[in-house]
């Protein structure tokens, strides 16, 4: 709760966490990623999200019949 990116979106769910204050989060385990998490001082840090397509389920995209 209360994580935002400068551009002020907050954490989506199925959002997948990329990278955590430069430490690449990619291959972890659940538990590794929890205790990298746990690790982080107060405050602000960087995390880089990858989100899957902001595109409704059921509505066709550009160009699909």
């Known amino acids: 709760p209360g994580l935002a990116s400068e551009q002020s979106d907050t ?3 199925g959002d997948e966490i990329v990278h955590l204050a430069g430490t690449a989060m990619q291959g972890l385990t659940r538990f590794e990623a929890w205790n990298i998490i746990k690790a982080l001082p107060d405050g602000p840090v960087t995390i880089v999200l990858r989100r ?14």
């Open 11 to 13: 954490v989506q769910p």
């Open 52 to 65: 899957k397509s902001l595109q409704s389920k059921g509505t066709p995209a550009a160009g699909d019949p």
